[in-house]
């Protein structure tokens, strides 16, 4: 099992920006597939973006495109979740997860999940 610790999740402003970072453990962080989902408070928890072990290969959500990117940094074991442009849309807890096989990023597939961080955009 991986242990999975997020952080940067706070209160901004529309139209600013945060980053969320996610620790990893495991002695083979460089082989994972990593993603981060959210939920907004009475929705269903929603995919976000991912990114392949090598870095080589990242997918997004419609609604991140363009204004969030997913970085790794294999010698940290972190995922980072860059976000610019927030919207009051984007008021969600956050979760990091690492999933079991490339390519297949729904919650079914998720191995393990971290704690989640609050993000809320105020108008």
């Known amino acids: 099992q991986v242990q999975l610790v997020e952080s940067g999740g706070g209160l901004v402003q529309a139209g600013g920006s945060l980053r969320l970072s996610c620790a990893a453990s495991g002695r083979t962080f460089s082989l994972y597939t990593m993603g981060w989902f959210r939920q907004a408070p009475g929705k269903e928890r929603e995919f976000v973006a991912a990114?392949?072990?090598?870095?080589?290969?990242?997918t997004y959500a419609d609604s991140a495109k363009g204004r969030f990117t997913i970085s790794r940094d294999v010698a940290k074991k972190t995922v980072y979740l860059q976000m610019n442009s927030l919207k009051t849309e984007d008021t969600a807890v956050y979760y990091c997860?690492?999933?079991?096989?490339?390519?297949?990023?729904?919650?079914?597939?998720?191995?393990?999940w971290g704690q989640g961080t609050q993000v809320t955009v105020s108008s």
């Open positions: 990114i392949t072990w090598s870095g080589d290969t990242t």
């Open positions: 997860a690492r999933f079991r096989y490339r390519g297949n990023y729904t919650e079914d597939s998720v191995a393990d």
